[in-house]
């Protein structure tokens, strides 16, 4: 059994597999295939069809404020009970638990009382906020490989890499979004940024998007020929996730509804 971060080494922890388990076919789920394919890796597929019927009967600031409200509670509100709740994860990361609220708190009070700008502290929780959701799928990919026992480091890295760069590439070639990152920016003082500079970012970006994305398959068929497979769910997955992301920063029009989603 491998232990495996985003920037770690694999520390390989040995186990000795009970007699029943030795010859069991590894499984390709966390749950099984069709709660699986709802639940994390097709779930798009589910959420844009109800979203566009939504947005027949509610303005965007409704399906907002909807989604705030409820699906945020179910989406944090597990989160914290694993956190504080689980004694052996408390005590592990204890310190990162106990002052991230803390720094929190006084950031956001102190942003409130104006004492800084509160553009600024914005524009950190946008930035938060894609590097979370990117984690999120990074994190479900390295899942489903370890299902199938793939371990290997290089491939650790381009799915990591694949990740990020598709999710920086998707924000930074939205006109709406860099719009909105950029009036952000300036609000909170940043310096000027000449337009010649951010187009040869976005052309660079979508080259190395490509290169990288090229690499990446180069290295599943390699791995996949030699017998050390990678898992074709994680693949899928990431199809699915990263045309989602790209469908909410660039087709998505309404800021809030995109958020939203």
């Known amino acids: 059994m491998q232990h495996v971060s985003a920037f770690s080494r694999p520390q390989t922890v040995p186990a000795a597999p009970a007699p029943a388990a ?5 499984n390709l789920w966390i749950l099984d295939s069709w709660r699986d394919l709802v639940l994390y890796v097709c779930t798009p597929l589910l959420l844009v069809p109800i979203f566009i019927g939504a947005q027949g009967f509610w303005s965007a600031g ?5 989604v705030a409200a409820f699906g945020a509670m179910g989406h944090h509100l597990p989160g914290m009970i694993r956190a504080y709740g689980d004694r052996a994860l408390f005590q592990r990361f204890r310190w990162r638990f106990i002052c991230a609220p803390i720094f929190l708190v006084v950031v956001s009070v102190s942003a409130a009382f104006s004492v800084w700008d509160l553009n600024g502290i914005m524009l950190v929780a946008f930035l938060w906020g894609v590097w979370h959701g990117m984690m999120q799928t990074y994190g479900f990919c390295r899942i489903y490989d370890a299902k ?3 371990f290997a480091e290089v491939t650790r ?3 990591f890499a694949v990740c990020g760069i598709w999710f920086a590439t998707a924000v930074l070639l939205s006109p709406q979004r860099m719009a909105d990152v950029l009036e ?3 609000s909170a003082g940043g310096p000027f940024i000449p337009p010649t500079l951010l187009r040869a970012g976005q052309q660079g970006l979508l080259a190395l998007a490509l290169l990288i994305s090229t690499v990446f398959l180069a290295n599943f068929i390699w791995m996949w020929s030699r017998g050390k497979r990678p ?3 994680k693949l899928v997955l990431l199809i ?8 909410c920063n660039n087709i998505v029009t309404q800021v809030l509804v995109g958020v939203a989603l």
């Open 157 to 159: 890295r381009l799915d």
């Open 240 to 247: 699915t996730s990263i045309s989602f992301w790209w469908y």
């Open 184 to 186: 952000t920016y300036y």
């Open 231 to 233: 898992s074709p769910v």
């Open 62 to 66: 409704d399906i907002y404020l909807f």
């Open 22 to 26: 030795a010859g069991r076919k590894s």
């Open 148 to 150: 199938v026992g793939s």
